[in-house]
């Protein structure tokens, strides 16, 4: 991953730079809008890293259990997704912290990737999650999805054209756990695919902090 968070090769002989990254922040939900992502990437063999929040970890642990256990990988999105920004040090290390130990306890894995909620960042929060281990990243390439009352929900081809009008190698897509989402994701994969893009798998990402 290089600085604006894009994704490049390690060894450029060795791995394509048409790459994305898929990422779905803000769940676990509901099965209803979860399991239609999951679906999809199987079907697409994509890997994603799914953001989550720990009082939903704590409302729905099934569901996380059923994104670790259908191969996807979890990462760390604060506990309560509250802008740790304008927080001290000593709650961000509770939001960043109780994630780490849910999400350990849930699926018997520590996460590895953060990403704030709102890209709401400050000292803090860069120390904490480099003092747990984890990749800190935000995003380059919005989908938008999130943009509520807007032109996107409930018009998965906005999601679509949202993403294809941003993409370049390396893309790191931010997308959330929302039904248009679910609705739009076949067809993106599809598309991408078509460009030549494939998905990066977020485990061969380096994420020794340099
Ligand atoms: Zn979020």
Redesign the pocket.
Known sequence: MNKVYSIIPIDKTKSPDKVVLLTF??GPKQEVTLKPLLDTLGKHHAKAIF?VNGYRVKAHPELLKEINDRGQVIGN?SYD?IMLGKEKEPKVRDQIERVQSIVKEVTGKTPVFFRP??ASSNDAVRKVAKDNGLLYMTWSNGSLDWALGTKVQNKPQAIIDNVMKQLHPGSNILM?ELPWTGQALDSLLTQLEAKGYSFVDPNAIDVSLK
């Open positions: 922040d803000d953001f999105h997704h909620p709102f959330h």
